[in-house]
């Protein structure tokens, strides 16, 4: 049974290099690989995370991605699943880990580094970077200000080439 389109509602705390400690300000690099099944094994709701990731994981139309701490693969620090829809990518969900959420986060620039590997993924494939995803009425504007998202109608968000490249030379070295 398929389940409804998800709208993304996760505040872009900061755009950083990387991630950086939200009480010293120092940055770590990042790296983003493919999550293993095994992996998403503790990743459940009842624990802190919001989204069903094993469900997502299972979905033969999209991959799952672990943001890490390079040198530390084993802590993640937030996830997102993205399609390739053939001249653009999608993100179906996006979250940080329960430690980075809220006022006590650990590490801010998390969803931004996610959104740029989206991004980035879309530029490797040759498609200028394209990405889109569907927000929450209430975040639109919040997209537009912080990623260079366009507002195309109802929920949908586009990133275009100009934002896509912005955010991909601010996290990756290319």
Not at 29 to 37: K, N, R
Not at 71 to 93: A, E, F, R, T
């Amino acid at each position: 049974m398929a389940k409804e389109v998800q709208h993304i509602e996760i505040e872009i705390d900061k755009l950083t290099n990387s991630i950086e400690n939200a009480i010293s300000g120092d940055r770590f690099e990042t790296e983003i690989l493919e999550v293993s099944q095994e992996e998403l094994r503790p990743i459940k709701r009842g624990n802190g995370w919001q989204f069903d990731w094993k469900y997502e994981f299972e979905q033969t139309d999209r991959k799952v991605f672990k943001l890490t701490i390079i040198g530390n693969p084993k802590i993640i620090q937030g996830l997102v699943s993205i399609s390739d829809y053939g001249d653009h990518m999608y993100m179906h969900l996006i979250e940080s880990a329960p430690f980075n959420k809220g006022k006590n986060k650990l590490y801010v620039g998390v969803p931004g580094n996610l959104v740029a590997y989206l991004c980035k993924t879309s530029w490797d494939k040759g498609y200028e970077g394209i990405s889109a995803f569907m927000s929450k009425t209430r975040l639109i504007e919040h997209y537009e200000k912080m990623l260079g998202a366009v507002h195309v109608g109802g929920h949908k968000m586009i990133i275009f080439p100009e934002a896509a490249v912005k955010l991909i030379k601010k996290y990756f070295k290319v």
